[in-house]
């Protein structure tokens, strides 16, 4: 145990269950503090990670101060305002041994950049087409590699795309690429943060494209919508779109 006495910052499902897992370790897990106005986590996940353990769930706050020197001792809690910027006297000091930073997965990339895989700036994965290759022939990316994945399900259906694609480019040796072929990269716009491909060679695209994508905040009854040379091509109304969860369109 690294610590007896708790502070959590970051309510995505990992830092609520860290809420969780701590407590039934025998720590005493002060408050879960979150910069954001609403928790990345799930609905169940505060239930039964929070609410039923008693950990205050604090929206709105994040750290502005940590006390001591060989060991944290205590940190400071403030409020946000919608800038996200700590508000001069919402300061509330917690005792504590311990601050878990939970704010956020990157892929692991030693692989990919050893191999000289060109990497995304949005999610630091690979930035791969249709067939979810690499800028690099022959190199397939897939799971939490490519970008962080909240839900194994979709991790197992990418992994089984990236197989097929890359067992038909070993059949094919290769042959079945076109120096000059069509591409369309995609450029996420208007709160879409990133799309998983970011390019599509028009010869190797199925009869449907999946397309995923992540919003960079939540959006109520708001459109999904996609242009292609200013024409607009697809159009869904979503009821929510959240930051932490994955959305994807055919
Ligand atoms: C803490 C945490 C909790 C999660 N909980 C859930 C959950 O409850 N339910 C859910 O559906 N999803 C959960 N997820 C989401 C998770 O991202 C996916 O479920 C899934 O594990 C991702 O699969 P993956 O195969 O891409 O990566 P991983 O499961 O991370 O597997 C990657 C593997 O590659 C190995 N590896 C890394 N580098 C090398 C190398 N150089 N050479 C050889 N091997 C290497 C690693 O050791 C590891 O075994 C959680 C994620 C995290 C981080």
Request: proline fraction near 4%; include cysteine.
């Amino acid at each position: 145990m690294p610590g007896k006495k708790v502070v959590i910052l970051g309510s995505g499902d990992i830092g609520l269950i860290m809420a969780r897992r701590m407590t039934l370790e025998g720590a005493e897990v002060k408050a879960v503090a979150e910069l954001m106005p609403y928790s990345g986590g799930l609905k169940r996940n505060i239930v039964q990670c929070l609410d039923d353990f008693g950990i205050p769930l604090k929206l709105s706050h994040t750290v502005v101060d940590i006390k001591g020197k060989e060991r944290v001792e205590g940190i400071t809690l403030a409020e946000v305002d919608e800038n996200r910027r700590p508000i001069p006297g919402t300061e509330e000091f917690f005792e504590c041994d311990t601050l878990l930073l939970s704010v956020g997965l990157i892929p692991e990339n030693e692989l990919s950049g050893q191999a000289g895989v060109k990497l995304s700036n949005v999610t630091s994965g690979p930035v791969v087409n249709e067939s979810l290759e690499t800028n690099v022939e022959g190199i397939f990316a897939c799971g939490n590699v490519l970008h962080v994945h909240d839900l194994v399900d979709f991790v197992s259906e990418e992994a089984g795309n990236a197989g097929r694609n890359a067992a038909l480019y070993i059949n094919n040796n290769g042959e079945d690429r076109i120096p000059e072929e069509i591409k369309i990269t995609l450029s996420p716009q208007n709160g879409v943060r990133y799309t998983v491909p970011s390019e599509i060679r028009i010869c190797h695209m199925a009869e449907e494209q999946l397309v995923r994508f992540r919003v960079g905040n939540v959006y109520k009854n708001c459109y999904i919508r996609a242009y292609l040379d200013g024409e607009r091509i697809f159009s869904r109304k979503k009821q929510v779109a959240a930051p932490e969860r994955w959305n994807r369109s055919n």
